[in-house]
């Protein structure tokens, strides 16, 4: 788990000074994106929340 959490702090803190968003970073980030019937948006991203325990 700690390995984890350096990998996402790793690679949150390479966006972090960025001056543009670019495709490369959404890519890296977000796996996809669905537009339900309403058009609400549903992100599925890269990463997942680490669970305490």
């Given at each position: 788990?700690?390995?984890?959490?350096?990998?996402?702090?790793?690679?949150?803190?390479?966006?972090?000074?960025?001056?543009?968003l670019?495709?490369?970073?959404?890519?890296?980030?977000?796996?996809?994106?669905?537009?339900?019937?309403?058009?609400?948006?549903?992100?599925?991203?890269?990463?997942t929340?680490?669970?305490?325990?």
């Amino acid at each position: 788990m700690v390995e984890t959490i350096e990998k996402l702090k790793k690679e949150l803190l390479q966006f972090l000074n960025f001056d543009e968003l670019t495709e490369d970073i959404l890519h890296r980030l977000i796996n996809r994106i669905e537009v339900k019937e309403d058009g609400t948006p549903i992100i599925h991203y890269r990463f997942t929340t680490p669970k305490i325990e």
